[in-house]
Each structure stands twice: as C-alpha cells, then as structure tokens.
Nanobody, 126 residues
C-alpha cells in the first residue's frame, strides 16, 4: 500500500519559515518525480515545485522562486520543501505527489501524478 504522508504545516507570520516533509512508503521513491502542489480555498490545485528522480532538475513556479527550495533523500524515501519569507498568499493546503514518467519529468496537471498525500495546512498571517 502506497502512502505519502506530509508533515510540518502550521500557522506562521509573514516573513517566517516552514519546512514541509513528505515521507513515502510502499514505493521506491527514486523511481518517481515528486511535486508539491497547493490549493487555496476556491482555487484549483497548482504545482508549486517539482524535482526529478535523482534531484538533478527542479521546477519552481514564479511566485516562489528564491523563497522555496525542494530537496529529496531517496535513501530515506523523503522529500522536503523549505519555505522561507512566507507571504499571506502562500496560505493553502500543501500536497506532495509522486509521478512515474517516461519522457517529461514534470507536469503541471494534477492528473499526471500517480500518488498523493493527504495534505498539510499552511497558514500565513499578515
């Protein structure tokens, strides 16, 4: 049984930092590209950051470049998201997702990801 379990969310003030973690079980994480999506109330789920199987390539949506950093430890089957200089507009439920791919390593579409975590709430107050 595949499980992705996120942790590390919480309530912080603008300018603070948070580190989210995603622990995977039931799959070999090194076979999957990983992404962190977020979904705010009334909005669609959107890809925030992504990382390919071995960590050599990353994707960042424009609004988080320079503030967020994704990393992975395949030996520990974990993926992390370091979020610095948080803004109120970063408030959302954050989900980690795993994507098994052949050609293009990342996709903006949630439909292209095979496994999902349950999500963790990040709330940034102004």
């Amino acid at each position: 049984q595949v499980q992705l379990v996120e942790s590390g969310g919480g309530l912080v003030q603008a300018g603070d930092s948070l580190r989210l973690s995603c622990a995977a079980s039931g799959l070999t994480l090194s076979s999957y590209a990983m992404g962190w999506f977020r979904q705010a109330p009334g909005k669609e789920r959107a890809l925030v950051v992504g990382i390919d199987r071995d960590g050599g390539r990353t994707y960042y949506t424009d609004s988080v470049k320079g503030r967020f950093t994704i990393s992975r430890d395949n030996a520990k089957n974990t993926v992390s998201l370091q979020m610095n200089s948080l803004k109120p507009e970063d408030t959302a439920v954050y989900y980690c997702a795993a994507r098994n791919y052949r050609l293009t390593w990342y996709s903006l579409s949630p439909n292209d990801y095979n496994y999902w975590g349950q999500g963790t709430q990040v709330t940034v107050s102004s």
